[in-house]
């Protein structure tokens, strides 16, 4: 039984460009969370979503990001515009249930040059 | 969103020593889950407390649910190098959120 998968593991993008990353859920697993984690710190949360639905963004800038969860495909954690401060691990979670236990994936780690 | 407290912020310990550390809430949380993450890893789930009182173990390591719901620990006995890491508490609150400690960093000295 698979379990959570992101990629790209490592992804590097200059100021001003894209990064997309992809978050694949346990099978069954139904409830996406996304997290941000600078170097030394802890888990910030960002965004969760179910299928085709995002439940709570609070954690997510207004700006430039924006996360999606559709009904078939993984979740995308998108970034416009990247800027230098963005430079970060962003780890996938997902969860069975709405009142169950988090299973994270490996991360994904951007670098912004 | 909920705000954990989470200490010590780190530690330094010989191999063999006992390691304890906590969580503490502002608020009641239904959930507690204890992580570790090893470097360049995504955190992977140690234990989880869903009943107040709960005590639960996993091999050398020991959580507890607070019986006010608003704190919970994890102890960690004779410790060994392999147990280097950051440990995480989380807490799920009566609104279904998610949140996170900021860590206790663990050095195991052989």
């Known amino acids: 039984n698979a379990g959570v998968m992101q990629n790209p593991r490592h992804l590097v993008r200059r100021r001003g460009q894209e990064a997309r990353l992809r978050c694949s859920p346990m099978?069954?697993?139904?409830?996406v969370y996304w997290y941000r984690q600078l170097p030394e710190e802890g888990l910030k949360f960002m965004v969760y979503?179910?299928?085709?639905?995002?439940?709570?963004e609070s954690g997510m800038p207004k700006e430039r990001f924006s996360a999606e969860f559709p009904k078939e495909g993984p979740s995308i954690l998108r970034i416009q515009q990247v800027v230098r401060g963005d430079s970060a691990a962003y780890f996938c979670a997902s969860s069975p249930l709405l009142t169950g236990e988090l299973f994270f994936g490996e991360g994904s780690r951007l670098t912004v040059l | 969103g909920q705000q954990l407290n989470q200490s010590p912020q780190s530690m330094f310990i010989q191999e063999g020593e006992d390691v304890s550390m906590n969580c503490t809430s502002s608020s009641i949380f239904n959930t507690w889950l204890w992580y570790k993450q090893e470097p360049g890893e995504g955190p992977v789930l140690l234990i989880a407390l869903y009943k107040a009182g709960e005590l639960t173990s996993n091999g050398r390591l020991t959580a507890q649910f607070g019986i006010t719901r608003k704190d919970s620990f994890l102890n960690i006995s004779a410790s060994i190098p392999s147990d280097v890491g950051i440990y995480f508490c989380a807490g799920r609150d009566n609104n279904n959120d998610m949140r996170f400690g900021a860590g206790t960093r663990l050095t195991v000295k052989p």
């Open positions: 099978k069954g697993h139904s409830h």
């Open positions: 979503l179910q299928k085709e639905n995002i439940i709570d």
